[in-house]
């Protein structure tokens, strides 16, 4: 088992459930079963920005220490970006 949480590598990953979702999305699969339960399909929009979000975050952080800009990168103020975008 490998941990990747709190740290650059999870970009990857991240892009790859974006993808997946997009592909979903384009098709409307599964929505229905949110929708059904009392889930608003704006909610669903706003999930994907927000995960976008939290992508184009974690990039910035990678290219910041890929510059050698700073050894250790708060990761709080991506955390607290994704604060502000829920509330």
Do not use: P
């Not at 650059?8 to 599964?30: P, V």
């Not at 250790?72 to 829920?86: F, M, Q, R, S």
């Amino acid at each position: 088992m490998c941990s990747i949480d709190n740290n650059t590598a999870i970009c990857d990953r991240l892009n790859k459930t974006e993808l997946i979702f997009r592909q979903l999305a384009k098709k409307g699969a599964f929505f229905h079963w949110y929708t059904n339960e009392g889930m608003d399909e704006q909610e669903f929009h706003d999930s994907k920005e927000i995960l976008i979000h939290v992508i184009k975050s974690y990039e910035t952080l990678k290219t910041t220490q890929k510059k050698g800009a700073a050894a250790a990168v708060d990761v709080g103020l991506l955390n607290a970006d994704v604060e502000t975008i829920l509330n």
